[in-house]
């Protein structure tokens, strides 16, 4: 078929052209927005899943929600090799710009807490946090949010924030996405931060997402942080809502899928966000006409396992150091062990033993932490309970075993 008309978008981030599978969580958030801008308790949220489940789609999509209400909002993407400081600051200096101007003493005193926060992260020489300016012209406000502890400096710029927001009926919220990413003193500040936000009712809220282990990250900074976020698992589309991704695009271009086309569609794509939206325009391409069959898929199933090889597993792969990819391996060998011995269905999404993967090779579990130390921090595997890994991207042991 035409591949102009392609509807559909295999993209990181991009939002597909049907958000299906997810008002649960659109509604949800709509209660938190309004709530907030009641003044009622509200806890902040966090998204955690796998890669490819739409984590950041969902996060631009609750962001979206927050501007139509008129709120102040800012993102940023979390990085290990980057302090909290000066990506927040750009946030937050974007969500008061959205709140607009009413009252520019109140403003500027803000903007100013904000660009000092940002400073106080640019070294110890004053002269260096002068030449660097995050893009704020009010002039920076001296002993607030400057102390040099993230912590007290931050609980300061949200309650500052905070004040300006309900001052001017709004709210704010900031949207953090691989927030597993922060180092421990940002994870410990944030999360201080919000529990003081929560306490005096002022309407900023963080919305955060990350990989499956972000709760156990965000409990061992602080105890509390079981009760302060809202957490909400993001996980494949169930049945009825993967044929809706793939059949609500078609019909906007007059085309449609018939029922075994459907099914065979999930089998292939397990319901992933991301490899519903990959097979979606391989077949698209590639099928002759409407609608499309059970042949058609099998026709483009190559086609999509290709580029799946290398744009989602492939790139990942290679960020592996030859070590690494050794330990991945392992990981995957162990899992076809581990379901061959219980007679279940292979599961590249669950966890397995550290054990098990030290003994396929044939090593001392100690002797392997420097690489699953490692994998760990790249982000390709992740440890939900002590003593087992599993990995963070779905059907990447299949690929493995396949290569």
């Not at 998204?47 to 490819?52: D, N």
């Not at 002068?130 to 007290?152: C, F, L």
């Not at 949200?158 to 300006?164: A, R």
Request: hydrophobic share 40%.
């Amino acid at each position: 078929m035409d591949p102009i008309r392609n509807p559909y978008a295999p993209g990181a981030g991009q939002r597909p052209p049907e958000l299906a599978g997810r008002d649960e969580q659109l509604r949800a958030f709509d209660v938190v927005l309004e709530r907030v801008a009641r003044g009622r308790p509200e806890r902040s949220l966090v998204l955690t899943g796998l890669r490819g489940v739409g984590k950041t789609v969902l996060l631009n999509a609750l962001r979206s929600a927050a501007v139509r209400r008129q709120w102040g909002t800012g993102k940023l993407e979390a990085r290990p090799d980057q302090r909290l400081r000066r990506p927040l600051s750009s946030a937050l200096h974007q969500a008061v710009r959205e709140l607009g101007h009413p009252q520019e003493d109140s403003v500027d005193h803000v903007l100013g807490v904000i660009r000092a926060f940002a400073q106080r992260d640019a070294g110890p020489s004053a002269k260096l946090r002068d030449q660097w300016n995050p893009g704020i012209d009010a002039p920076t406000v001296k002993g607030r949010a400057d102390s040099g502890d993230i912590e007290i400096d931050l609980v300061e710029l949200f309650t500052d924030l905070g004040g300006l927001a309900a001052d001017l009926g709004k709210g704010v919220a900031v949207f953090i996405d691989e927030m597993q990413d922060l180092g421990p003193d940002d994870v410990s500040a944030l999360c201080a931060a919000c529990h003081e936000i929560s306490q005096s009712g002022l309407p900023v809220i963080v919305v955060g997402a990350g990989l499956p282990h972000l709760p156990a990250v965000l409990s061992a900074s602080k105890s509390y942080s079981e009760r302060l976020f809202g957490y909400q698992r993001i996980d494949r589309l169930a049945r009825d809502a993967a044929d809706q991704a793939l059949s609500s695009p078609a019909a906007e271009e007059d085309a449609a899928y018939d029922d075994d086309a459907l099914a065979a569609m999930y089998a292939a794509t397990g319901g992933y966000p991301y490899f519903i939206q990959a097979y979606g325009k391989a077949v698209w391409d590639l099928a002759p006409r409407s609608p499309i069959t059970v042949g058609d898929v099998a026709v483009a199933a190559p086609e999509a396992e290709a580029e799946l090889a290398v744009g989602f597993f492939g790139s990942r792969f290679e960020r592996a150091t030859p070590g690494e990819r050794e330990y991945l391996r392992a990981m995957a060998d162990a899992a076809l062990a581990l379901a061959e011995r219980d007679a279940e269905e292979i599961d590249d999404i669950g966890s397995v033993p550290t054990a098990d993967v030290a003994a396929v090779l044939g090593k001392k579990p100690q002797s392997l932490s420097p690489a699953r130390d490692s994998l760990l921090k790249k982000g390709l595997i992740y440890s939900g309970e002590r003593g087992r890994i599993a990995f963070t991207v779905p059907h990447f042991g299949k690929y493995l075993r396949e290569r």
